[in-house]
């Protein structure tokens, strides 16, 4: 589910800011997640139990790597800030960033591109938004590597070598398969794609 338009009254006088309508709708509705991409809000439910499981699933090749030590950190959830607009962030499931982090705050919970590693997310019902809108915001940021869970079709996407508002390595990866990720996240990881699909389906699905 996604949202690209809010209706509320405002004011002439008044400045328009999407991020205190952002902030509205998370507080009218406690566990939704609100971003703003190129102007544009995109409203996505709480996740199910099985996307919370993919992600429990993904955590532990990172942190076995060692990247939640040292010089960099595992974590959820943590926005990041786009220059594809004033008010825009997005807030991936899961990034790898540098230990430095709390050094890159901007505002609004959102940090500095230059300290995400990695950015990945699991899809939910507006797997649209991850396969397409994120592509360009994220390389526009230039994210260097891009992990999308699509739990829609069952695959595995890897994205790096950001290049203006695209990737220019884009590979799909299936079941059966396992997929090495790049050396500049700091550690060898590798992921097993029927592993987190399997989690990240409904039991019986």
């Known amino acids: 589910m996604s949202a690209a338009s809010v209706e ?4 002439a006088d008044e400045p328009f800011s999407l991020t205190a309508i952002a902030d509205e709708i998370m507080e009218r509705h406690p566990g939704y997640r609100v971003e703003i991409i190129g102007g544009h809000l995109l ?4 996740p199910d139990a099985p996307h919370a499981r993919a992600l429990t699933k993904l955590m532990r090749p990172f942190i076995g790597a060692g990247l939640d030590d040292g010089e960099t950190e595992v974590l959820q959830s943590v926005a990041i ?3 594809t607009g004033a008010e825009d962030y997005c807030i991936p499931d899961l990034v790898i960033v540098d230990a430095d982090i709390d050094d890159h705050f901007i505002e ?3 940090y500095d591109p230059v300290c995400f590693r990695l950015v990945l997310e699991v899809t939910s019902g507006n797997w649209r938004d991850d396969l397409k809108t994120k592509v360009g ?8 590597v891009y992990v999308i869970v699509d739990r829609k079709h069952q695959r595995l996407h890897l994205l790096t ?6 990737y220019t390595n884009h590979r799909v990866h299936a079941p059966g398969e396992t997929v090495v990720l790049p050396d500049s996240l700091g550690a060898e990881v590798t992921l097993d794609v029927e592993q987190i699909i399997k989690a990240g389906q409904k039991s019986g699905g």
Do not use: C, I, R
């Not at 409203?43 to 709480?46: E, F, Q, R």
């Open 8 to 11: 509320q009254p405002f004011d």
């Open 43 to 46: 409203v996505t439910p709480s």
């Open 81 to 83: 800030k786009l220059p």
């Open 108 to 110: 609004n919970n959102a």
């Open 137 to 144: 915001a994220y390389a526009e940021a230039k994210v260097p």
């Open 161 to 166: 070598e950001p290049d203006g508002s695209t």
